[in-house]
């Protein structure tokens, strides 16, 4: 870890995330429900990122993946 901090704002209007961040909950007998809690966008120098949570999961398991055009 570093001493420096990140004061850059996490996001800036009308940039899109590099990835969204789910809470995912595996289910007896049917597909796992995957639930939006937040974004993820990476710093300027290339080497991390912010993840901005909306919610924490129960589990403690998120899972990021990337953004997909709708």
Do not use: W
């Not at 420096?4 to 995912?24: F, H, L, Q, W």
């Amino acid at each position: 870890m570093s001493d420096e901090t990140n004061n850059e704002p996490a996001a800036k209007p009308g940039k899109r995330p590099s990835y969204i961040a789910y809470s995912v909950r595996e289910r007896e007998g049917k597909k796992s429900k995957f639930t939006e809690i937040g974004v993820v966008f990476p710093h300027k120098d290339g080497k991390g990122f912010d993840v901005l949570c909306d919610a924490m999961p129960l589990s403690g398991r998120i899972t990021l993946r990337t953004q997909e055009e709708k």
